[in-house]
Structures are given as structure tokens and as C-alpha cells.
């Protein structure tokens, strides 16, 4: 079994996470990241073996950068 973080086709820098990291840092259910991913609004998954996905690190870490952002100290001055 391959425990490598590392894909062929990655930069040696580039770590690819699983499923459980994935859900852990983005707080995004999987069948949410799958449809997200679907629409084009969430990185795609990378194919590790035949029941492995995975995704760059630095992709989830740009599209967490790139999410809006609430400000709820203005929200709560409105009430």
C-alpha cells in the first residue's frame, strides 16, 4: 500500500490530503464538496488508486483564502 502525500503529477511541495483532512479543515460535508465540486466552486479531486481521492492542500488552502467573509460585529451593531 502507497502511504505516500505525494502524487506523481504534484509539486514536491505540494501536499494532497484525504477525505478526513479535507472535511476537517473546510467544515464542508462530502456530498456538499462533490456537488461544490460539480458546479466548479470547490478544487477537484485527484484519483490516488481505484477507492482513493484526495485533493492539494494548496488548492483547499486558496479556496478557504477566496470564501466571503461575515462581519458580525456590523451585523450585531443593526440590531
Known amino acids: 500500500m502507497d502511504t505516500s502525500f505525494?502524487?506523481?503529477?504534484?509539486?514536491?511541495?505540494?501536499?494532497?490530503?484525504?477525505?478526513?483532512?479535507?472535511?476537517?479543515?473546510?467544515?464542508?460535508s462530502r456530498a456538499q464538496a462533490f456537488q461544490l465540486e460539480r458546479e466548479g466552486r470547490f478544487p477537484k479531486r485527484i484519483k490516488l488508486n481505484a477507492h482513493t481521492n484526495g485533493w492539494k492542500l494548496s488548492e483547499i488552502v486558496a479556496w478557504?483564502?477566496?470564501?466571503?467573509?461575515?462581519?458580525?460585529?456590523?451585523?450585531?451593531?443593526?440590531?
Open 64 to 79: 478557504l483564502r477566496a470564501c466571503p467573509v461575515v462581519d458580525l460585529k456590523h451585523l450585531e451593531g443593526n440590531q
Open 6 to 28: 505525494f502524487t506523481p503529477e504534484s509539486e514536491p511541495n505540494d501536499i494532497v490530503i484525504n477525505e478526513q483532512q479535507r472535511r476537517f479543515i473546510t467544515s464542508v
